[in-house]
């Protein structure tokens, strides 16, 4: 079955998506999987393992540290691949690649495009590379596509002809963050998009409490969670804790997802 189809059926069963994003190499490489593994045992959807870059794109502050940590750690995209790769033959969450078109392009596409398969990599989230640009990872799994407030209709109807596994609903204008409350446009923002588009829509930027995946979820399909969960392992002191920080983590987000109750748009 492929993400598209997954995520699909979880919706008309009335279930909110939870995805959460970790850096690969953070807070090392050798705790990368343990956590990988922890998230999915408490509930994620799917899981996006972020490929750390030195210019990062969109990315706040917390993204960033853990992206320069990670490389300052030996964090590369072949290492990436191969936690992918070990992770996908132990579990059934269906793992997302998030990167830089560069790392992917230094690697070269149809290298990675391969890597990536043979990983069991269900789709790639490129920020960098729109539409217009995607022939250039012909082979590689499918891509996600990114919408935000100011998107045009005709843009979104570019975006929906491709049937992405999901659309990625940038929730606020500017970099990625955990933020105290929702901007007045998100929520408009979101049912916007859903009347146009069955495709899977989920929110990511800016989501700091189970309480406001609960909100923003109500508008959409699900949520992404990255920025709180890395503060909250970088605030973890034990490297042995890791793992079961990110599932206590991650559980009340899940718990407060299955109570939302969708809004009408």
Sequence with gaps: MTLHQLLKNRVASGRKLLVPYLCAGFPSEPD???ILEALAEAGADAIELGI?????LMDGPVIQAASSRALAGGMTLPKALAI????TARHDTPLLLMSSFNPLLRMGPEVFARRAREANVAACIIPDLPPESQYLLPDAPSLVQ???PNTPQDRL???????????YGVSVFGVTGA????ADYTLPFLQRIK??????????FGISSPL????MAAACDGVIVGSALLRALGDCAETRALPRAAQEFLEPYRKALDETVALVG
């Design 32 to 34: 990368t999987l343990p």
């Design 52 to 56: 750390p870059f030195s210019d990062p």
């Design 84 to 87: 992918a790769r070990q992770f």
């Design 146 to 148: 990114l919408v935000a």
């Design 157 to 167: 109807e570019t975006l929906i002809r491709r049937n992405p596994p999901f659309l």
């Design 179 to 182: 933020r105290s409350a929702l």
């Design 195 to 204: 009347r146009h588009t069955a495709i899977p829509l989920l929110a990511g």
């Design 212 to 215: 406001q995946a609960q909100e």
